[in-house]
């Protein structure tokens, strides 16, 4: 059974930077993982992807502040979150494909504090 272990959250003040890191279990290749998040009340939302190629993909609310890179060798995803606002408060979730069943982690809390 494969396992997403995500680490990094935490509370940080606006303007701050937050790591997110995500690892899978196993040795398998996963072509797609990513980042969603759900606030309180919200729907749970894409933030970023990355494909094992290196092909990313962001939501248009943290273009030029989040980058999201992979070490493909380890099987583990990260999430750099810079210039961080109240409205990124969020459980932070890790997503993955592998071998056509996708898997999540159990989320990591990030609070924003103004």
């Known amino acids: 059974q494969v396992q997403l272990v995500e680490s990094g959250g935490g509370l940080v003040q606006a303007g701050g930077s937050q790591r997110l890191s995500c690892a899978a279990s196993?040795?398998?290749?996963?072509?797609?993982m990513g980042w969603y998040r759900q606030a309180p009340g919200k729907q749970r939302e894409l933030v970023a992807a990355?494909?094992?190629?290196?092909?990313?993909t962001y939501a248009d609310s943290v273009k030029g502040r989040f980058t999201i890179s992979r070490d493909n060798a380890k099987n583990t995803v990260f999430l750099q979150m810079n210039s961080l606002k109240p409205e990124d408060t969020a459980v932070y979730y890790c997503n993955a494909f592998i071998l056509g069943v996708e898997y999540w982690g159990k989320g990591t809390l990030v609070t924003v504090s103004s």
């Open positions: 990355i494909m094992s190629g290196g092909t990313t």
């Open positions: 196993g040795r398998n290749s996963i072509n797609y």
